[in-house]
């Protein structure tokens, strides 16, 4: 059974910077594709980041919700099977329950219903 969990989250002022870690055990992590989506209060979860596996879709590249382009990324060290978000120049819309995700397929995706195994999450919040 694959576990994800989460950690790094905190409260930080505009501007600030944050790392979240997702470390995963129980599965052959090296071929799945890795995310992170968030969910704020009273709104649907939404997409951050991921870096894909396959090699017929982007190649292991990350790609990023157009809100975060620029201010965040993603990386995975597959030899220790941790995934984090570099967070820069944090907004207080950016605050969010964050979560990390993980999909057997190893397909691009920012739907979150691809995805099969998720985290229980951890808090960021920004003031201003």
């Known amino acids: 059974q694959v576990q994800l969990v989460e950690s790094g989250g905190g409260l930080v002022q505009a501007g600030d910077s944050l790392r979240l870690s997702c470390a995963a055990s129980?599965?052959?992590?090296?071929?799945?594709?890795m995310g992170w989506f968030r969910q704020a209060p009273g709104k649907e979860r939404e997409f951050v980041a991921a870096?894909?596996?396959?090699?017929?879709?982007?190649?292991?590249?990350?790609y990023y919700a157009d809100s975060v382009k620029g201010r965040f990324t993603i990386n995975r060290d597959t030899a220790k099977n941790i995934v984090t978000l570099q967070m820069n120049n944090l907004k207080p819309e950016d605050t969010a329950t964050y979560y990390c995700?993980?999909?057997?397929?190893?397909?691009?995706?920012?739907?979150?219903?691809?995805?099969?195994?998720w985290g229980q999450g951890t808090q960021v919040t920004v003031s201003s």
């Open positions: 995700t993980a999909d057997r397929s190893g397909r691009a995706s920012s739907d979150a219903p691809s995805y099969d195994y």
């Open positions: 129980g599965g052959v992590l090296i071929t799945y594709t």
């Open positions: 870096v894909a596996w396959s090699h017929t879709w982007v190649g292991g590249r990350p």
